[in-house]
């Protein structure tokens, strides 16, 4: 364990110290702030580098007004029980963040964000995955203007480093700003929301070396620090060895998230074969087949193919998209243009087609809808010339284990035993997934939002040290 030695002098107090200024640690720092505390933000980067603006579908929420307005019957119970059972995670958490969820979509609407549609996301039962205006980007400016309006003191630039312990509890953070080294205490608690580790490799390759090859595109402050200065006290951890998982395409040749309005038809290999249901209707699917395909290339490229008819389903992107957009007017041309084995891509959209005609869903892997934003269509068949193709690469977007936490986002020891005056929400904890490739699609968002709100509520509660 490395304890820093308690300075003589601090350069700042104050009740709540919050490490991470995102989408957890804002909610965070204004819940512990309305309620009274003094509260410190300490960001590394020079504004608010959020995984959040990364986000361009959903987050999951029960009991909303467009639920209601659409004649949706949902609740926490059923969010709660689908959650544990796809993801194999901390019945307690999910409790949790079960209970607090529908408060916290009320939070988001009073701060200003706006609900557009009411989506089905992959591993969910039910229409509940809320798509706000602006998508991530926007709520990321609507949490900053929030977080100002406060007058939250806000330190920008100031990596944190080391925990100060003393007497047994966690009582401030060494950072660094520039050449400086700066001591922050906590008079109640220290808040950890660093997010995850994706930009640091070493990490990674420790947690998930077959994911090494694959582009991160998380901030480029996602560096592990919360979880490295935690675990150097003591902290325990869960699901460190689940934590890398493969997420979201980026184009392969551009490494960018894609935005070519494709979505809705198949997606092959590099030999033109197609590795699971497109749709994913099925509980815990979502990234069985990421690991499919990576099993198939270690970079995990694979081609997103659509036909016209489908294309004119999709919003026209909001901005040109970056990467080459293949096109043609046969599949035999089609799989010149993507270097697929002659023959292979024809004979994969004759048999869906096939399927889809004889019996009115994909046989192969159980495809029945046409996906996540058409949830009430049934499945297209690809024949209305021309074809469109989108090279793709798996990235990684966020960690899916960390540190061990309570359902107060307490933080607990090796040992079992809570940390006093620590606590750490989001990205960088764990518990809420325990099962290898089985994804609760949007629970990272909802997690971020969620237990920011619930560390900071807990820790403005704690005594004074």
Not at 240 to 261: D, H, M
Not at 332 to 340: G, N, S
């Amino acid at each position: 364990m490395i304890y820093t030695e308690v300075p003589k002098t601090w350069d700042g107090e104050a009740d709540i110290v919050v490490v991470g200024g995102g989408n957890t640690g804002i909610p965070a720092a204004i819940t512990a702030h309305d309620k009274g505390a003094k509260v410190i933000v300490l960001e590394t980067s020079g504004g608010m580098a959020s995984s959040l603006a990364m986000i361009v579908g959903g987050t999951p929420f029960t009991g909303t007004d467009l639920q209601k307005a659409e004649g949706i019957e949902d609740s926490p119970d059923q969010l709660y029980e689908e959650a544990v059972k796809v993801s194999g995670g901390d019945p307690e958490l999910w409790r949790a963040v079960a209970d607090r969820q529908e408060e916290v979509y009320e939070w988001l609407k009073s701060l200003g964000a706006k609900p557009e549609k009411v989506l089905l996301a992959p591993g969910h039962l039910v229409r509940r995955s809320i798509k706000f205006e602006g998508h991530g980007a926007a709520l990321c400016k609507i949490l900053r203007n929030a977080l100002e309006k406060t007058g939250i003191d806000v330190r920008y630039k100031h990596r944190a480093r080391k925990l100060i312990v003393d007497k047994g509890r966690v009582i401030g953070v060494t950072a660094e700003s520039g050449d400086k080294i700066t001591n922050f205490k906590a008079r109640k608690a220290v808040i950890l929301a660093t997010g995850g580790f994706c930009q640091n490799l070493e990490i990674v390759k420790e947690f998930g070396p077959h994911f090494a090859d694959l582009v991160p595109t998380a901030p480029k402050t996602h560096q592990g620090d919360g979880l490295k200065m935690a675990m150097a006290i003591g902290a325990g951890t869960d699901g460190l060895g689940l934590a890398v998982c493969p997420s979201l395409p980026v184009g392969a040749e551009t490494l960018q998230f894609v935005n070519a309005g494709i979505q809705g038809g198949i997606t092959v290999d590099r030999w033109g074969k197609r590795f699971g249901n497109e749709a994913t209707e099925e509980l815990g699917t979502y990234t069985e087949k990421h690991k499919i395909c990576l099993d198939r290339d270690s970079t995990g490229l694979h081609i997103s193919i659509c036909d016209q008819a489908i294309k004119d389903l999709n919003e026209p992107p909001a901005t040109p998209p970056r990467e080459p957009i293949y096109k043609a007017d046969t599949v035999e041309e089609l799989e010149k243009q993507l270097d697929i084995p002659a023959g292979n891509l024809k004979a994969t959209i004759d048999k869906y087609n096939s399927d889809i005609e004889k019996y009115g869903y994909d046989r192969e892997f159980g495809r029945k809808l046409q996906g996540m934003y058409w949830p009430n269509l049934p499945v297209m068949k690809l024949d209305h010339p021309p074809f469109y193709a989108v090279k793709n690469k798996i990235c990684l977007t966020s960690m899916k284990g960390g540190l061990r936490i309570n359902a107060k986002c307490q933080v607990i020891d090796q040992f079992g035993d809570v940390m006093p005056g620590l606590f750490a929400a989001g990205e960088l904890t764990g518990g809420l997934e325990r099962i290898p490739h089985h994804y609760y699609t949007g629970r990272m968002t909802l997690q971020a939002f969620t237990q920011g709100r619930i560390a900071g509520d807990v820790a403005a509660d704690e005594p004074s040290n």
